[in-house]
Every structure is written in structure tokens, then in C-alpha cells.
């Protein structure tokens, strides 16, 4: 089977297309050139079917098998995690836990990176740097060098309040009512240097003809960042999100290390209830439900999100040709 | 192409992009600047305890203020236990780790480097129902493969083995996707064609001509895929079973889980933070040497991501 190259590939998005495919039509290859393409991609393709595929419909299968004799017994499963109040309690705290801590992480990413690319800013190189580096720190460690932090006993810091009158008794943040609130601190200061990065570099390719229009125009620098820069790192910006919102659902290892250090509960998140189900009370096949309705849950949201900034797309989309 | 232009850095703002007066301009770079610096410091601050409080000893950490250093340095101290501790599990893990993170790079870098070489380069039938696994794979959330994939692996006496964790990390959708659009851009197809006139086979052009022109990517992939398994968590702790397997994350997690337990001796407080300060020391001192090659790949995966 030969594809043409031109129709092919029209279901990918159209950078990938862009890149993937030589500007001018290649002449027809021969098969036996065909083959050593395939020839190279098998090694991955082996891979992949073994160790992403194979576990993937390994999770549909056990889904719908009865946890006590592991017969075929439909979507009962399916009903036990609809019916599970902690499940879908750990959902929707994510879902709460995601609204706040992404828009605070992406807004400061936006208003750093904007800053850092403007003309007002000392030290871009530094500051860039610094703020990237949380992401050579593993989630584990992060979690507990902010879970001691934020431990009164470890962090005399945590007592100011108390002695000047603000507080009775020390702060203590890793208590139930606002561990939610520690570990969104945690994660964002994990992750905002990341999606910061990603938008600086967006920001270097926003051409200068552009930005010198815009001066000329009498622009002031403020209107350069928001109506400017950040239309044209749209994209970019709504990458990150998309990414924040799928880690949010999948939040496990700063609860689980909390958890130790401060006992915050081990059912915190979807991904704890998962992992408990399955290695905890044994039962995989109620797990692989789970987890199924959490990799839906997720891909939804993802959809449901796109389609909603697809809509609201800025004029700029049109009159640039990119089509998704 | 667009795409694979990297970071230009505007060290300094064009002179046209001034606006208002002097003084205005000053307080703003000012203000600005000041707030960068608060955020350094949020970035900062846990890094410089973790250094601080790795060099106290139990009684000093919970005595002593806590971000100034002890009067007496037990690092040596504290090192000693660090590497002692039940035989010496630590320099197990911190070995582990060393070997997941090199093998899972090396392996994932070279398998992506062919496959999105093969699929920029060539066009053959399967072509485009691979691109469409690759993009479709990055939505799978990891949950979803991590328990059924402890079970399959259990089947095959995989579970508990290096190469039980290293196999499931060498696929790496991301890399084939990364690679097919470096390769499409950086490797002409010309050169491959003149590889061929020489009656060299497509897999010795791919040696002769590929490899060196996609280096630079191939770091980049390296990178990431070590900084990602060494800071994996979620996969070892499920497929790993017995401490002589365990990575840095997770064994370290095993020592904080018995921190709050009544009766289990000294809590390890002082091992657990010297500790973490180990795992996390080699990284942060190459970062800055390393930034650049890093935030290309996840840059690049943005932007055709977009």
C-alpha cells in the first residue's frame, strides 16, 4: 500500500503536517525503501503494542470482570465506581484543585514570561533559569521539602504569626482544611517555571516587524504584551493548560508523600483511590474501572476545554490560515 | 522551518521599544524587578533549607532557627548514617536510579531517534496510522496503564526488575514525535540520495548521515527522558516490589512513610533530607549547562503541538 503524501496526513495537525512532509512532492519511493522505513519504526512499534497497547486493553478487560470470581460481568463494575462517593468526591476535589491552582500557575507563567521578554526586566537569563529549575526536582523530593516547610515543628517560620498576635498557635498548613491549599503552593511551585519556560521561548518567536508596527503605531508597552504578545502565544498558552488540567486529574505523588509526613488522608485524589484499590484491597479489577472513567474523565475535559477557547479563538486565527 | 528555530535570546531590548519617561521607566524596571525577586526567592527558598537543614542533626532541626545554619555542622555525621542505614540501602537506590535513568535514556533516545527518522524520511503505508498512535498516546493519562501493566508484568516475572521498569519508559511517544520533526527539517533528503548513489543500505545512510546531523536532538531527547525517569515515582512504586530495586523516589518515600510511625526508633529526619539533597545536588549543578538543550525539546513539542 503506497498513501500519497499530500492527503495522507490531513487528520494531523497541520504544524506536524507542515514539518513532517517535504515542501515539494516526492517522486513515488521504492517499496523496498518503504520497508526500511517500517524496518526503523518497529523497534518502537514492538514497544508500544507491548507495553502501552496491550496494557490498555488489558484495563478494558479487567474492567468489566466480577473483582470475586473474575467472570465476565459486564459494566457492573462501571456501576460500583458511579455509585462510589469517595471516588467522585477525590474527582471533584481535582476538579476545584485544578480551577484555582492552574489559573494561578498560568497566570503568573503569562505575567512572568511577559515581563521577562519585555524591556522593563534586569537579568532575564537569571531569573529564567531560577524559575526553571524546579523542574530538575523530582515531585517526591519537592513534596517533602515543602511537606517539612510546612511542618511547625521543622519551620520555626511557621510561629510568626503566633507571636505577633495573629494567629493562636502556629500556622499549620498541612491540617485538613487547608492541605488542598499546600499542595496547590507545591505544585505550583513544582510546574510555573516549566510552563513559563515554554512561553518564553513562544515569546523569542513572535517575529519583530510585528512588535516594531505595533510601536510605531504608538502602542504602549503594556498593549504590546496583552494585545499583541499574548494573542500570538495563544496556542502555546492553551498547550500549557491542557497539560495543567491532565496533571491536576492525576495528582498522587505529593498527597501520598503529605500523607506521611502530615496524615493527610489516603483518598485524597483519584489516583490514591486507584492505587489503594488495586495494591491496597487487591481489587484490580475494580481499579482498572477507575481508572478507565478517570483516563475518560481526563480526555473529556480535554475536549470539552479545546472546544470551548477553539470557539473563542481571536481574530488572528482566521487571517493566519492555520486550520485544525 | 519555523519550528525548529530555538530560543534567540533579545539579551537587549531595541532602543524603539522604550516608551514614557526616564523616571517612569525606572520605577517600572524597579518594581518589576523586585517582584522577580520575590518569585526567585519562593523558587529558592525550600532548596537553600533542604542545603541548610541537610547539615543538622536531629536535635538541631527541631532547635535550631530554620534557615540559618547549625553552629555545629553534622554533615559528616549525618552522611555517615545516610550510607549505613540498614546496610546501606541508600546507595542502592542512589545506584538504581543512576542505572533506570542512563539505560531508560540511552534506550528511548536511540529507539525514537530511528523510528522518527524512519517516519519523517520514508513513506511507507503505515506511515500516517503511527503519527496518529503518537499524538492519540500523549492524551492516555499514565493511570490508566500503570495498574493493568503491573498485573501484565507480574504475569511474566517482570515486576522487580530492572528491565520491568526500564521497558515500559523506553516508550516514548513524545521522542518519535520530537524526532520526526527534527529530522524532517535538519536532515536533507539529498544527502541521504547520495548516500544511496555510493550503494550504501538505507539503515547504514541513516548511520552515516542521520545520527551526527540529529545529535543535537538526540541530547535533548536524552535529557528530558533521564530527568523524567529519574524523577519518576508513580511507575517503580507499583512495579517494584523489594528495596534493593527502589529508586531514590521511591525509597526515600519509604523512609518519610516511617517518619510518623510510634516506635519505629529515630524518625530518619536527618537521612531523609540529606537524602533528597543527594538526588537532587547532580541535577541542579548541571542545570544550568543543560537548560538550554531541555527547553528546546519541551519547546519544540509545544509549538508543534500547537
Known amino acids: 500500500m503506497t498513501t500519497n503524501t499530500a492527503g495522507g496526513t490531513t487528520a494531523l495537525?497541520?504544524?506536524?503536517?507542515?514539518?513532517?512532509?517535504?515542501?515539494?512532492?516526492?517522486?513515488?519511493?521504492?517499496?523496498?525503501?518503504?520497508?526500511?522505513?517500517?524496518?526503523?519504526?518497529?523497534p518502537f512499534l514492538i514497544l508500544f503494542a507491548l507495553f502501552f497497547v496491550a496494557p490498555l486493553i488489558y484495563s478494558v478487560i479487567l474492567s468489566l470482570r466480577s473483582p470475586l470470581t473474575n467472570a465476565y460481568t459486564g459494566l457492573l463494575n462501571y456501576r460500583t465506581v458511579f455509585a462510589e462517593g469517595q471516588y467522585w468526591s477525590g474527582v471533584i476535589r481535582m476538579a476545584y484543585f485544578g480551577a484555582i491552582q492552574v489559573s494561578v500557575m498560568i497566570g503568573l507563567a503569562i505575567l512572568i514570561a511577559l515581563f521577562l521578554d519585555g524591556p522593563y526586566c534586569r537579568g532575564r537569563r537569571f531569573f529564567a533559569l531560577v524559575y526553571f529549575m524546579p523542574f530538575a526536582v523530582p515531585g517526591v523530593i519537592?513534596?517533602?521539602?515543602?511537606?517539612?516547610?510546612?511542618?511547625?515543628?521543622?519551620?520555626?517560620?511557621?510561629?510568626?504569626?503566633?507571636?505577633?498576635?495573629?494567629?493562636?498557635?502556629?500556622?499549620?498548613?498541612?491540617?485538613?482544611?487547608?492541605?488542598?491549599?499546600?499542595?496547590?503552593?507545591?505544585?505550583?511551585?513544582?510546574?510555573?517555571?516549566?510552563?513559563?519556560?515554554?512561553?518564553?521561548?513562544?515569546?523569542?518567536?513572535?517575529?519583530?516587524?510585528?512588535?516594531?508596527?505595533?510601536?510605531v503605531d504608538g502602542c504602549s508597552e503594556f498593549a504590546i504584551a496583552a494585545r499583541i504578545k499574548l494573542p500570538l502565544i495563544r496556542r502555546t498558552v492553551i498547550f500549557t493548560i491542557i497539560l495543567s488540567i491532565i496533571g491536576s486529574l492525576q495528582l498522587f505523588t505529593e498527597p501520598v508523600i503529605l500523607n506521611d509526613i502530615a496524615t493527610i488522608g489516603n483518598s485524597f485524589t483519584p489516583n490514591q483511590i486507584i492505587y489503594n484499590t488495586a495494591f491496597s484491597f487487591g481489587n484490580e479489577q475494580l481499579a482498572a474501572a477507575q481508572s478507565v472513567v478517570l483516563a475518560a474523565i481526563t480526555i473529556l475535559a480535554t475536549v470539552v476545554f479545546y472546544g470551548l477557547v477553539r470557539r473563542k479563538m481571536d481574530p488572528f486565527a482566521a487571517g493566519r490560515g492555520v486550520v485544525r | 522551518m519555523s519550528a525548529v528555530t530555538f530560543s534567540r535570546t533579545r539579551s537587549k531590548a531595541p532602543a524603539y521599544l522604550g516608551s514614557g519617561s526616564r523616571l517612569a521607566r525606572r520605577m517600572k524596571t524597579t518594581a518589576g524587578t523586585a517582584a522577580?525577586?520575590?518569585?526567585?526567592?519562593?523558587?529558592?527558598?525550600?532548596?537553600?533549607?533542604?542545603?541548610?537543614?541537610?547539615?543538622?542533626?536531629?536535635?538541631?532541626?527541631?532547635?535550631?532557627?530554620?534557615?540559618?545554619?547549625?553552629?555545629?555542622?553534622?554533615?559528616?555525621?549525618?552522611?555517615?548514617?545516610?550510607?549505613?542505614?540498614?546496610?546501606?540501602?541508600?546507595?542502592?537506590?542512589?545506584?538504581?536510579?543512576?542505572?533506570?535513568?542512563?539505560?531508560?535514556?540511552?534506550?528511548?533516545?536511540?529507539?525514537?531517534?530511528?523510528?522518527?527518522?524512519?517516519?519523517?524520511?520514508y513513506h511507507f503505508g503505515a506511515r500516517r496510522t503511527v503519527f496518529g498512535l503518537v499524538v492519540g498516546s500523549l492524551m492516555v493519562p499514565a493511570t490508566a496503564l500503570v495498574v493493568p501493566l503491573f498485573l501484565l508484568e507480574h504475569d511474566v516475572h517482570l515486576t522487580n526488575t530492572y528491565q520491568g521498569v526500564i521497558l515500559p519508559l523506553m516508550v516514548y511517544p513524545f521522542g518519535v514525535y520530537f524526532m520526526s520533526i527534527f529530522?524532517?527539517?535538519?536532515?536533507?533528503?539529498?544527502?541521504?540520495?547520495?548516500?544511496?548513489?555510493?550503494?550504501?543500505?538505507?539503515?547504514?545512510?541513516?548511520?552515516?548521515?542521520?545520527?551526527?546531523?540529529?545529535?543535537?536532538?538526540?541530547?535533548?531527547?536524552?535529557?528530558?527522558?533521564?530527568?523524567?525517569?529519574?524523577?519518576?515515582y508513580f511507575l517503580p512504586l507499583v512495579l517494584l516490589?523489594?528495596?534493593?530495586?527502589?529508586?531514590?523516589?521511591?525509597?526515600?518515600?519509604?523512609?518519610?512513610?516511617?517518619?510518623?510511625l510510634a516506635g519505629a526508633g529515630q524518625p530518619l529526619y536527618p537521612e531523609v533530607i540529606l537524602g533528597s539533597l543527594i538526588s537532587v545536588l547532580p541535577m541542579l549543578i548541571l542545570f544550568p549547562f543543560l537548560q538550554k538543550y531541555v527547553a528546546r525539546g519541551l519547546t519544540l513539542g509545544a509549538i508543534a503541538g500547537e
Open chain 1, 13 to 42: 495537525p497541520v504544524p506536524l503536517l507542515a514539518a513532517s512532509v517535504s515542501p515539494r512532492p516526492q517522486r513515488p519511493l521504492k517499496t523496498a525503501q518503504g520497508r526500511s522505513g517500517l524496518l526503523m519504526t518497529s
Open chain 1, 142 to 215: 519537592a513534596a517533602i521539602m515543602w511537606g517539612f516547610l510546612l511542618t511547625p515543628d521543622l519551620d520555626s517560620a511557621l510561629k510568626v504569626p503566633h507571636y505577633l498576635g495573629l494567629a493562636n498557635g502556629a500556622v499549620t498548613p498541612l491540617d485538613y482544611r487547608l492541605s488542598l491549599y499546600a499542595i496547590m503552593l507545591i505544585v505550583t511551585w513544582e510546574f510555573t517555571g516549566y510552563n513559563m519556560t515554554l512561553l518564553l521561548t513562544s515569546l523569542t518567536n513572535v517575529p519583530h516587524q510585528v512588535l516594531e508596527a505595533a510601536k
Open chain 2, 36 to 121: 522577580l525577586i520575590v518569585a526567585a526567592v519562593y523558587v529558592i527558598a525550600p532548596i537553600y533549607w533542604l542545603i541548610v537543614a541537610s547539615s543538622k542533626n536531629i536535635a538541631q532541626l527541631f532547635s535550631t532557627a530554620t534557615f540559618l545554619p547549625p553552629t555545629h555542622l553534622s554533615w559528616v555525621s549525618n552522611l555517615k548514617s545516610l550510607f549505613t542505614y540498614e546496610g546501606g540501602d541508600f546507595s542502592w537506590w542512589f545506584l538504581n536510579s543512576v542505572i533506570y535513568a542512563t539505560c531508560t535514556a540511552a534506550l528511548a533516545t536511540s529507539v525514537s531517534t530511528l523510528a522518527g527518522y524512519g517516519l519523517a524520511k
Open chain 2, 183 to 232: 529530522a524532517a527539517d535538519a536532515v536533507p533528503d539529498t544527502l541521504i540520495d547520495s548516500c544511496r548513489i555510493d550503494g550504501a543500505s538505507e539503515l547504514h545512510a541513516f548511520w552515516k548521515v542521520g545520527r551526527p546531523i540529529l545529535m543535537p536532538g538526540m541530547v535533548t531527547l536524552f535529557l528530558l527522558s533521564f530527568i523524567g525517569t529519574w524523577n519518576n
Open chain 2, 241 to 260: 516490589g523489594s528495596e534493593n530495586r527502589f529508586p531514590l523516589s521511591v525509597g526515600l518515600s519509604a523512609w518519610s512513610s516511617d517518619l510518623m
